[in-house]
Structure formats: C-alpha cells, structure tokens
C-alpha cells in the first residue's frame, strides 16, 4: 500500500485500489451516489483528494477499511441471491459509502448547526418516515426531506431520540421483519426472504439483534400464529413528550 493514504482517482466516479500481498480490491462509485449520500463537504473532500491521487490515511485506517471491504465482498459472494432484492442492492450501496465517508480524511471541518434548525431538521425528516418505504429508507432521502445536512440529522437524532438516523431506520426495519414475520404462514415464506425484502443482508448480526429486543428467534416468531403484539418502536425510544405516539403502527 502507499506509505501516506490510498491511491485514488477521478475519472467520472471514484476508484480506489487496495493491495495487500495477492489480493486487489477496486471499489467504483458513482460520483451521483455520493452526492447523494455525502455531505457536500465530505464530497468536496473527497474530490480534492481524488484530484491530488491520494486519500490521506494511515495504515491502520487502511487495514481496517480493506477488512471491511473484504467482509462486504465475502457476504455479497457468499449470498449472490441477495442481489435480486432492491432493497439489499439499496443497502449495499449505503454501506460502500458511508464506509468510504469514515475516512478521517473526509470527517474533519463540519460543525454543528443551531438548534432550532436541528429540531426542524428533525420534524421533517420523522414526516417523511411516516409515509417512507422502509426497504429502501436511508439518510440521504432523510437530508433531503429535512434539508439539512447528513451531520445535523445525526445531532438532532441523537439529542431527540438517543440514536442515529441510520441506526433509528435499522430499529423501524426490525420491527417491520416481525410483523412481517408474524404476518406470514408458516411455509409460506422464510427469514432469508422477508429480511431480503427489508434490506437486511447481515443474518448474523440480524438475528442477535432481534433476539434481544424482541427475546426470541426470528424462526420462532415465523413458527406461531399472528397476534397483533408488536411493540411500539416509538413510545419505547422516544422521549417523554412523545410517548403514546406511533410512529410505525401495526
């Protein structure tokens, strides 16, 4: 690897190389999928350091984004029916570059807005959750319903809810896959299927999820009858002013 950051370049979209003994990795992005998902000073960022060839990293940023990028390959290679679902398609491309933005590089000079456009920021984007398609919800639509910007939504969220917008989306999709699962008869459908449709392609860490919030197997809730007993996502996170409130209904 390069003794000062990853060798990069421009040319209509985003190239990265990553070489470690035998194995190269070549990410490529759409310049558009990173404006879409990057703040305009994280896309800035991004573009001078494409046009100086090199992202700043040290090397132990490197190993760890080239773990990363191998575990999202080993997944995709080891589920190729994964990628007939749009909305694992719509995660997969959330998660190639909201790991690029990691990048020490790309998270410096951004400061936090004031608060009344944070709580503002905040009402619009829960309006556009109400009437969202949770399979293919993600931070940037969240942005550009709340027009602010990627590092204001992650305050107000926080400050408002105590999570991420990312991780609030996760939690909403979770309950989503129960009621689904409690929807669907038995033979009917399986996990892998239901969890495909919602976006979810980690089944380890998805089941580990739900059992704890849930305290069971997604296999187990699929294996019995419906009953209308979904916990309600809001009144369970959201602050005192808000509880009783649904947010995700039944």
């Known amino acids: 690897m390069h003794e000062r950051g990853l060798p990069m370049t421009l040319p209509g979209g985003a190239e990265a190389l990553l070489e470690a003994g035998q194995e190269h990795i070549m990410l490529l992005i759409r310049q558009t999928l990173l404006r879409r998902h990057l703040s305009a000073e994280r896309y800035a960022a991004l573009e001078a350091a494409a046009s100086n060839r090199l992202l700043p990293a040290n090397g132990e940023t490197l190993g760890a984004l080239a773990d990363w990028l191998t575990g999202l390959l080993t997944r995709t290679h080891g589920a ?58 993600d931070t940037a639509e969240l942005c550009a319903a709340a027009a602010v910007s990627a590092r204001t939504l992650e305050y107000a969220f926080r400050e408002e809810l105590g999570l991420s917008p990312a991780a609030f989306i996760r939690r909403l999709r979770l309950h989503a896959l129960r009621r689904a699962l409690l929807a669907s008869a038995l033979g009917e459908s399986t996990v892998t299927e239901l969890a495909y ?17 849930f305290g069971e197997a997604p296999s187990a809730t699929l294996a019995r009858p419906y009953r209308d007993e979904a916990p309600r996502l809001w009144a369970a996170h959201a602050k005192p002013a808000f509880t009783g409130t649904s947010l995700i209904g039944r």
Request: aromatic letters at 6%.
């Open 197 to 213: 449709h919602l976006g979810f392609t980690q089944f380890g860490r998805l089941a580990g999820t739900y059992r704890r919030i």
């Open 80 to 137: 190729p029916e994964m990628l007939r679902h749009p909305a694992v398609i719509a995660t997969l491309e959330t998660e190639l570059v909201t790991g690029l933005s990691r990048m020490p590089s790309l998270t410096e000079g951004e400061h936090r807005a004031p608060l009344p456009l944070r709580r503002r920021g905040f009402d619009r984007a829960i309006a556009c959750i109400r009437h969202a398609d949770l399979a293919t919800l």
